[in-house]
């Protein structure tokens, strides 16, 4: 992080040998390294240094990640800037395990051979240790909307961590740590800005400038951040799910688009001296999106409105690491927005039940609201024993509509003609209108290191998750509230065996969930989504890993993970349109992974990584039991994956490659009903493999420039559609960035 300095020509060094090695806002202070309390997480670190930082985020106490229970990694700001990584899809699908999903519009994130849907709520997304996922479906919104100016790292989890976090932690944990500053002013110095300013353009129409600044007086420390995006996106022609026709008879195709835009507005304040752990945090996020191939699977003849807006207020205090008794109180707001106009059926369509002659569209302009609470302490119970424990509280509510319409009735049956005229509708949300939806988890962790005289560490840790709530029955609504409450127990125990500092071994069994989200169950009145609260149940997984971590050298260092899941419940739409527990499945699974460095003296340094993921499926069955899968055949996710990157850095040059291979996907047997949809798609989704580079020149000790290329080789690609359709999603071409940096 940037330092305020006492002087002029110290300031210049800093900047300048900041610059040398990496971005303004990361750099060594040669006027201030007794100051220096933790790495400087920006700077460029060499592969030993970067395997001593120590994360917070596996077991919320600092640990090496060789060291901490579970399947741990941290992403420093100078690797995203090297490979250049703009968002939390960008790094997710670099690393083992995670691959990209699409549904509708959104790119969403699957996991170890689970497809991820248009909700993408089975990652748990942390600010600063907070969780941020919606407060509507869950979603934990890892594409460009969330983007990564403001981030100085980010720690990944791999697998399940409900045993400290609750709900949606069941593919893994990413925690952003945001920027701030670390040096505190002497009386005689003065209030300094450091700040860094990058603008991209591209194909595509695409344009995005962000800007983040950092200061700190005598008495606070504050970063202010914006960014601003947007892009007319990837527009090709393609098949929908409309059936339409041409002359020929023939199936007609339809231009798609993925146009969208974003701003993020970011602001964050410590206090210091007598407040120092305390801080203030707040988040604007707004973005507007295209439908693509359209939320009824028929591409629309005009670009709907769809806007959303959330706004995320954050109130924290943590005392000082270290302390004999360390103290957490967090208080969070959300609100998120929606002002949306969903273009379902174009003018002239006939769904095969209704003729709409003017088209349909419905109108929704309304919000959700969230309070949340936590309240955490930890301590040594002797020395080699800590406890750690916390309360969490949890208010989601639902006022009503400000406006909610359609131009047919959504409510009527069979051949009831389409209105031309505005219908009004009810409250998406009616059953739990003005009734909170409530969650109350309590957790509790046990470390003990080690044990029985042995370099073994054991932690064992527990959750208790209840969300409990009052609703009505649709159309009556004086009639008397019924209760219905969801709990979980979410047991973790890990063992960790280090015979020496270069390597360890270790054993993970843990349980994780998702609870059905607000949208999941109380849908109604709209077409945007359905909902089940008559049966719908928590999702679960159960896993076990066993982890080997080697540093084989201060060069070369080797991680595998042998993992077992067991997903129960899993969540999804069937018979067309209606949402229930529709899935359960076993899986087999391993991932590996190698990091590398080469230092080439004069000619700089050589850093290179690579990993590789199977999948094998055991057995997967339906909720009535009945088996849906043969052993051993993966469906709708590769079984297969191989990344791997090489940086080049020299003087104030870098280059940086990353290549991607996803094995082929196979469809299940429901997807391929339709003779003639099954003659326009093969069998199984091919193969692909995408290369990307990022080029990078510090031109002045203030300025670089950056050319980035995504899809280098314009390799043809495609993510599966799930269900009986005659496409699939394709991937984006080739994409060209420039970006001017400013660092000051």
């Not at 850095?649 to 940086?656: D, E, P, R």
């Amino acid at each position: 992080m940037p330092r305020m300095l006492p002087s002029p020509w110290c300031r210049a060094m800093l900047l300048a040998v900041g610059l040398f090695r990496g971005p303004a806002l990361a750099h060594d202070d040669p006027c201030h390294e007794e100051e220096e309390s933790e790495p400087e997480w920006t700077q460029s670190l060499s592969l030993e240094e970067l395997l001593q930082v120590e994360l917070s985020a596996p077991s919320k106490r600092r640990q090496l990640a060789r060291e901490a229970p579970g399947v741990a990694t941290v992403v420093t700001r100078e690797q995203m800037r090297r490979f250049g990584w703009t968002t939390i899809d960008d790094i997710l699908f670099s690393q083992p395990g995670f691959f990209p999903a699409q549904d509708f519009e959104r790119t969403t994130v699957g996991a170890r051979g689970l497809w991820e849907g248009w909700n993408n709520n089975h990652l748990l997304v942390l600010m600063d240790g907070v969780p941020i996922n919606d407060n509507d479906l869950a979603t934990a919104f890892t594409w460009d909307i969330t983007p990564l100016f403001l981030v100085k790292s980010v720690e990944l989890i791999r697998g399940p961590a409900s045993a400290l976090y609750g709900s949606s932690a069941i593919n893994g944990v990413i925690a952003l740590n945001t920027l701030s500053s670390t040096h505190t002013l002497d009386e005689g110095e003065r209030l300094e800005i450091n700040s860094e300013a990058r603008l991209r353009a591209g194909n595509h129409g695409t344009a995005a400038v962000d800007a983040v600044a950092v200061t700190r007086s005598r008495h606070i420390s504050a970063v202010v951040g914006f960014q601003h995006l947007r892009t007319d996106g990837f527009s090709y022609l393609s098949y929908d799910g409309s059936g339409r026709t041409d002359a020929t008879g023939a199936l007609q195709r339809f231009r798609v688009s993925n146009r969208r835009d974003s701003d993020y507005l970011f602001v964050k304040l410590e206090p210091l001296n007598a407040l120092k752990g305390l801080s203030a945090q707040y988040h604007l996020q707004d973005w507007s999106y295209g439908t693509g191939h359209g939320w009824a699977n028929w591409v629309p003849d005009v670009d709907g409105a769809m806007r959303d807006r959330r706004h995320i207020a954050v109130l924290s205090y943590r005392s000082e690491p270290g302390s004999p008794l360390e103290q957490e109180y967090v208080l969070k707001y959300q609100r998120h927005q929606y002002d949306n106009e969903v273009r379902f059926y174009p003018s002239g369509a006939d769904n095969g039940q209704r003729y709409y002659p003017a088209g349909m569209t419905e109108v929704l302009r309304t919000a959700l609201d969230e309070l949340f609470g936590r309240v955490q302490l930890s301590g040594s119970l002797g020395e080699r024993l800590t406890l750690l424990g916390g309360v969490e509280y949890a208010a989601t509510l639902y006022g009503g509509d400000d406006v909610h319409y359609a131009t047919a009735d959504l409510n009527g049956e069979g051949d009831v003609p389409a209105t031309q005229t505005p219908v009004r509708l009810g409250p998406i949300y009616e059953s739990f209108l003005n009734e909170p939806m409530s969650n109350v988890g309590a957790y509790t962790q046990l470390a003990w290191s080690r044990l029985l005289e042995l370099p073994l560490s054991l932690t064992v840790g527990l959750r208790y998750d209840l969300k409990f709530f009052h609703y009505r029955e649709l159309g009556h609504p004086e009639a008397p509230r019924h209760y219905k409450s969801y709990d979980q127990f979410s047991p973790r125990l890990a063992l960790v065996y280090a015979p020496s500092p270069a390597l360890s071994l270790k054993f993970q069994a843990g349980r994780a969930f998702r609870a059905p989200a607000p949208g999941e169950l109380f849908g109604s009145n709209t077409w945007m989504l359905n909902s089940n609260i008559e049966t719908l149940r928590p999702e679960q997984v159960t896993t076990f890993e066993l982890n080997a971590d080697w540093s084989i050298n201060s060069h070369l260092s080797w991680r595998s993970t042998l993992f077992h899941s067991r997903y129960k419940n899993l969540i999804g739409y069937v018979q067309g349109s209606r949402l229930d527990n529709f899935l359960s499945q076993t899986h087999l699974g391993l991932e590996s992974e190698l990091l590398a460095e080469v230092d080439l003296g004069a000619q700089g340094r050589l850093s290179a990584f690579g990993n590789y993921s199977y999948v094998h499926l055991l057995e997967g069955a339906d909720s009535s039991g009945v088996m849906m899968e043969k052993e051993g055949h993966l469906t709708w996710a590769p079984a297969h994956q191989v990344k791997a990157g090489v940086s080049h850095q020299w003087k104030g040059f870098s280059l940086a490659l990353l290549g991607r291979y996803q094995g082929d996907v196979h469809r299940r047997e429901e997807d391929m009903g339709n003779p003639l949809f099954h003659t326009l798609r093969p069998e199984v989704v091919p193969a692909w493999f995408r290369l990307d580079a990022n080029a990078r020149y510090q031109l002045t000790p203030w300025a670089g420039v950056a050319l980035e290329v995504s899809n280098l080789l314009d390799a043809e690609s495609y993510l599966v559609k799930i269900r009986d359709y005659p496409f699939d999603y394709r991937m984006e071409d080739r994409r060209v960035f420039v970006s001017l940096e400013v660092n000051l």
